[in-house]
């Protein structure tokens, strides 16, 4: 997607492009699938092999741990890369170097609009809590489907009662 098509995702649920930053950077846990960012790491362009706007060691080592990623489908990489466990702020450092693994996340550093938020996060961690922590509480109430209509889920990835097979 484009930084507008992002940005129309998170302002159409009534969400700022501040507050859509400090979400993303949940992205500073967890990790990515290799067919996510494969395109940005293998037959990028006609020139170059790997997106030059990311970093050459980085490029690299991604090269090698999905080198099989069509085979086994199980291969990904650590979403943050300094601190791949931590919730912190590395993640908007890490973007600010060419270590964003996304293409999403790399344009959070380029895009006039977001730039200056991930620069003031990257410096202030403080910062990025307080508005990560303010965002989430609302996007948990966002669309909430209440008694009949939904269930609070007790794993994020499966039905509460799933159907018997
Ligand atoms: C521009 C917006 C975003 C895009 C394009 C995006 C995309 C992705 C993709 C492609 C993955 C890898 C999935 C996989 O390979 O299994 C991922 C992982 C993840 N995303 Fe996002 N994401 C975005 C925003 C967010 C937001 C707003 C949150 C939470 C508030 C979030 C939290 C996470 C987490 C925690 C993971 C790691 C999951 C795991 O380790 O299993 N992301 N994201």
Redesign the pocket.
Known sequence: MTMDQ?IEKFTTKNLTIREMVA??G??T?????CK?FSNRIFNFSKTSHVDPTLNPKMAEGLRQVCQNYTVDHSM?AF?DVRSPSKFDNAYFNNILKGLGL?A?DHLLGVDPRTRPIVEQYAKDEKVFFQDFANAMEKVSVFGVKTGHKGEVRNRCDQFNNLPAM
């Open positions: 992002i979400l993303t949940a992205h846990i967890g990790f990515t699938h996510e990904a979403n996304l999403s």
